[in-house]
């Protein structure tokens, strides 16, 4: 059974142009039996991506985590930030750890009490410490979640920034 596909394009959301098609996409597929070839056209839909322009970050933080993994000498700094709270931890990618955890919800960070981006900026000390006990100078990249930044995300990223984790 040979095919023989006509090219034409059709957009789903093709009214953005003011076009408003009709299926266009024929694929001819020939049957040959004995001496007589038959053709039969079925239609053929191929879909654009609507919003390749406006990519959620979510989807883009995923697309791009798989091209850094972190060592135990450069781990890599995920954070992630709730509603409320912040997360964060270095983890070692190659052997599946993680090498540290700090959240704003520990009771070492929270006490003595404080606003919560003040326990982020604790938290970014913390990290620090930890680093410093490690031995770890450099991570391999800083994974934010797709999250913008917020007031929290910066207190954090302050405090990180002094110990030279972050560039610019």
Do not use: W
Not at 1 to 20: A, C, E, R, W, Y
Not at 29 to 46: D, G
Not at 148 to 165: N, P, V
């Amino acid at each position: 059974m040979d095919q023989l596909n006509v090219p034409v394009l059709q957009f789903k959301n093709s009214s953005v142009f003011g076009i408003h098609p009709t299926t266009q996409f024929i694929c001819f597929q020939t049957q040959s039996r004995s001496n007589s070839s038959r053709l039969t056209k079925k239609p053929l839909v191929v879909e654009a991506r609507a919003n390749a322009r406006t990519e959620s970050p979510k989807l883009r933080n995923r697309r791009i985590q798989k091209k850094f993994n972190g060592t135990a000498r450069n781990p890599r700094l995920s954070v992630f930030c709730s509603d409320k709270q912040l997360y964060a931890m270095l983890v070692d990618d190659k052997n599946k750890k993680c090498l540290f955890y700090a959240s704003t919800l520990q009771k070492s960070i929270r006490n003595p009490p404080c606003s919560t981006s003040e326990a982020a900026k604790r938290v970014g000390e913390a990290l620090v410490k930890a680093c410093t006990d490690l031995n770890i100078n450099e991570i391999s990249s800083y994974d934010r979640n797709g999250l913008y930044r917020g007031q929290r995300l910066e207190a954090f990223e302050i405090a990180i920034s002094s110990y030279g984790f972050l560039r610019g």
